[in-house]
């Protein structure tokens, strides 16, 4: 079985910087999109940041410039470094997955795995 769990979550003050983490096992796809979404309480959930098995990377508009997702493929650890952090970033973010590499920043509801989720408060 696929098993996602995030971590690195906390309360941070504005501008400060956290680093979330998603430790990923029973991931047997050939190609792959997983990612970091987020969802804030009474809006839709969103993509942040992504990170396919050809090596490309996406970003919403909102956090380019500040959020940097990375994969350690040896450890199965997805990363995203969250820097300059701003009041509208806290969430719930979770870690999800999905066989194919084609684009899932947009499109939440395809992915396959899910994460329990790791809360994020900047004030």
């Known amino acids: 079985d696929v098993q996602l769990v995030e971590s690195g979550g906390g309360s941070v003050q504005v501008a400060g910087s956290l680093r979330l983490s998603c430790a990923a096992s029973?991931?047997?796809?050939?190609?792959?999109?997983m990612g970091w979404f987020r969802q804030a309480p009474g809006k839709e959930r969103e993509g942040v940041a992504t990170f396919d098995s050809d090596g490309d990377t996406s970003y919403g508009d909102s956090v380019k410039g500040r959020f940097t997702v990375s994969l350690d493929s040896a450890n199965n650890t997805l990363y995203l470094q969250m820097d300059n952090l701003r009041p509208e970033d806290t969430a719930m973010y979770y870690c999800?997955?999905?066989?194919?590499?084609?684009?899932?920043?947009?499109?939440?509801?395809?992915?396959?795995?899910w994460g329990k989720g790791t809360q994020v408060t900047v004030s």
């Open positions: 029973g991931i047997t796809y050939g190609s792959y999109c």
């Open positions: 999800a997955v999905r066989g194919g590499s084609w684009a899932c920043l947009d499109y939440y509801n395809e992915m396959e795995y």
